[in-house]
């Protein structure tokens, strides 16, 4: 028996591999207006003014924090470009929402930190399909983003 010796794969390779070659999945409309309604409901309560920005991004959660903390948050618009929404100001809503809940659990951008922010949020969520809708969006989108460097091709998976 002969042994070879692998690479070890990282989380972030793995995650990102399940977003990278998943195929999109099919997601009821049904289950997109849910969706929809409970990002609204998410953001009548953000206590914060949502800023749209074609080119703001933060460089840390430390720079958002303070932001965050003066009663603002700036949304870069190609934080949220998913196909998923019928209308882009839900995307809009949910990377708000999504950088609101890093600060509330004060997580940072690294895959650990969106992985308990993604936790954070899967709480208030009202199903399961929900949980793997915000699953792709935040682990395994952003997996991709750190494996690759840049971001991907957006789409929802369920692996």
Known sequence: MTLTATKPTTQVETLAKLYLEGKPAEISDEVIAQLCDWLMTEFQQLPLNLQFSDYM??????????????????????S??????????????????????????????????????????????????????????IVLRSAAYLYLGHAPVPKIVFP
């Open 57 to 78: 991004r933060y460089s840390d959660a430390k720079e958002m924090f303070a932001d965050v903390e003066r009663g603002q948050l700036w949304v870069a618009a190609d």
């Open 80 to 137: 949220y470009d998913s196909i998923i929404y019928p209308n882009p100001i839900y995307g809009f809503i949910f990377q708000g929402m999504h950088d609101y809940d890093h600060y509330l659990s004060d997580t940072d951008f690294s895959l650990e930190g969106e992985i308990a922010a993604y936790h954070f949020t899967a709480k208030r969520v009202p199903s399961l399909e929900i949980q793997k809708i915000l699953y792709s969006e």
